[in-house]
């Protein structure tokens, strides 16, 4: 596959390391690149975006086949694999850079998301407070960021939040890994 004539999703579930570690497991995603997205500040850092100032979000860029992985499903597994009812927070980590968000790249994908978050709405306790954003901007995140998980993956925060989020991610899924 070429990754330029493939559609792209942007997502962000909290830590862009535990998303990038999610979808590069799926069959039908060519590429994940870790990044920033839907904030004021251009070409920010790391830290200006861990300060929650720049407005931007840790997000993921996936370049995938439309053929193997539907925009719907990418959308569904996105939603499923982490908790998009709790507001600018996942788990430990807090502030609106981790928020649950979408951004749509044209009419079709915000269309195929509204319809995905009502039908998903009904599967949480708690109502989805997914963010559907238009899509502006995409910075890659610093090089080492970029195959975080498994790069690290003997790492603290690796082990204890991500191989977890990681083995039930490959129960729920297995017909759909790489």
Known sequence: MN??????????????????????????????????????????????VCSGLTGHAEVIQVHFDPVQLSYADLLKIFLTTHDPTTLNRQGADTGTQYRSVIFYHDAEQKEIA????????????????????????????EDYHQNYYNDNSGQGYCRVVISPKLQKFRQMYAEKLA
């Open 3 to 48: 990754s330029s004539n493939l559609p792209i999703a942007t997502i962000g579930g909290g830590c862009f390391w535990c998303v990038e570690a999610i979808f590069q497991n799926l069959r039908g995603v060519d590429k994940v690149v870790s990044g920033y997205s839907g904030g004021k500040v251009p070409n920010p850092t790391y830290k200006e």
């Open 114 to 141: 509204e319809k995905v978050l009502v039908e998903m709405a009904p599967h949480f306790d708690n109502p989805i407070v997914t963010e559907l954003s238009e899509f502006s901007t995409f910075y890659d995140a």
